[in-house]
């Protein structure tokens, strides 16, 4: 093995740890909010500064690789995609810590009912099922799988979408709580932002691994 | 548009050895073309062919077809000192003649019958601006080549190449053995004389290549694998031992 590809080894399994670390932030978020849990929400705000922290170093190792070894062909384009995917992955820790703020601002658990009827649940899932999947697409340059994230993500935009009126319907009913189903609102806005992130990923690791280009192709994949 | 340099399934070898097989390559004029491959796979064999270089070399039979603007100059009947002089060719040690750097770029002309001084003179100092090496002799014309660093020697050969006005220029390795200073300059230049010239150059230096030219073609054991843009060949080549070679995965 070369020094090269020693070094690249060493990035993906950065890339790994750093989706796995935003995955659990993202599950402590939802876990937070459906138990009201306000503990568990501070500790999603703390470790968000490791994020962040992971950012950085993820940052710095692309810019080194690129600066020291001159990568060219799949290589660059493992630079290339892992440093957005880092960007990518932050973002989406931004999304698990905003929800885990929500959490620590509202004083009531929400409706069981709606929360069944806004499938909160089943976005959630998705949205950790496409993390999943673009964690074994790059980890094994297995561009097939990024594929399946595309209609994950149309999934979760459909759930995003039919909250809206749902939501209405229910504040018209209990005006008492409107502030409490804006947020409510805000949430699904946020796991439906986590969905956009996760098909970003994947357009990044079917460019690696395909040196196909799939953004803004609007056949491809329509996103709302 | 009529390439300015072409190759038709050109067959080379060397005795048995058959060391260039069934090569078909063309370049346009005005562009840089680097010829990138392990050791041995035909490079210099190739760039060869261009200047009939290969004629001196016993037991070296070279088949098919090698136009210069299109004109096949694989014809026995050739007169070979014409072609070297639309050839020019850089070598990968610089080789001045022990003589002053005047003579040195003054050579080739005088071979060609130019003796005129004021002729020499002018011709001399636009081959030297042309190498980006003018300003750096110019009060030292009279003094010996070999006094001047390896780096300036090597720049006065390419003015010695260009004096002539070649349209094609041959470049083997030009800059393996310069500093890194001398070799930027001499990156520089070559990107510069595109605008006159046709350039093939030979380099072991993977980044060089991806620097200095507009096309690569990849050789391997007398083969020449995968030719297209320099940029797709570094950013997407579409044959993977292209892609363990500019990767450094084999050498
Ligand atoms: N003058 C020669 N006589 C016999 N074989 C030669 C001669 N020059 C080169 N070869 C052989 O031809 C092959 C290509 O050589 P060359 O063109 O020098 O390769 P490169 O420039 O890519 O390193 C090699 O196997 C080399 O040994
Ligand atoms: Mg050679």
Known sequence: MTHLETELGKLKGDITGMFILVQKQLNKSIQSLLAMDKDLAREIIAAEKRVNAEELKIDRVCENIVALFNPVAVDLRLVFASFKINSHLERMGDNAKGIARYVLEMNEKFDTELIEKLQLKEMFSAANKMIDENIAAFENGDSSKARLVFEMDERVDAINFAATNIVADYIKANTDKTVHLLNLMSIIRKLERVGDLQANIAEEIIFYVDAEVLKHDKSFHNKL | ?251
């Open chain 2, 1 to 251: 548009m009529t390439p300015k340099i072409e190759t038709k399934n050109l067959q080379l070898y060397y005795g048995a050895h058959h060391a260039l097989k069934g090569i078909d390559f063309s370049a346009n004029a005005n562009t840089v073309t680097a010829l990138i491959g392990p050791s041995g796979c035909g490079k210099s064999t190739f760039l060869r062919c261009f200047n009939r270089m290969n004629d001196l070399i016993d037991g070296c039979d070279v088949e098919g077809q090698i136009l210069i603007d299109g004109m096949n100059i694989n014809d026995r009947y050739l007169n070979v000192d014409e072609l070297r002089k639309k050839v020019g060719m850089v070598f990968q040690k610089p080789n001045p003649f022990p003589k002053s750097i005047f003579e040195n770029v003054a050579y080739g002309l005088r071979i060609n019958g130019i003796n005129e001084k004021k002729i020499l003179e002018e011709k001399v100092e636009k081959a030297l601006k042309q190498a980006a090496l003018w300003e750096e002799v110019k009060d030292n014309l009279k003094k010996s080549a070999m006094s001047i660093s390896g780096g300036q020697q090597q720049r006065l050969c390419i003015a010695r190449a260009l004096a002539v006005e070649p349209s094609l220029v041959l470049m083997d390795e030009p800059t393996s053995a310069l500093d890194p200073i001398s070799t930027s300059k001499v990156e520089e230049l070559i990107y510069q004389l595109k605008e006159k010239y046709t350039i093939l150059i030979v380099t072991h230096n993977m980044q060089q290549a991806a620097r200095v030219s507009d096309k690569t073609a990849f050789f391997y054991i007398g083969e020449m694998i995968e030719y297209n843009d320099t940029t797709e060949i570094f950013t997407n080549p579409k044959i993977e031992r292209t892609q363990n070679y500019i990767t450094g995965r084999f050498g």
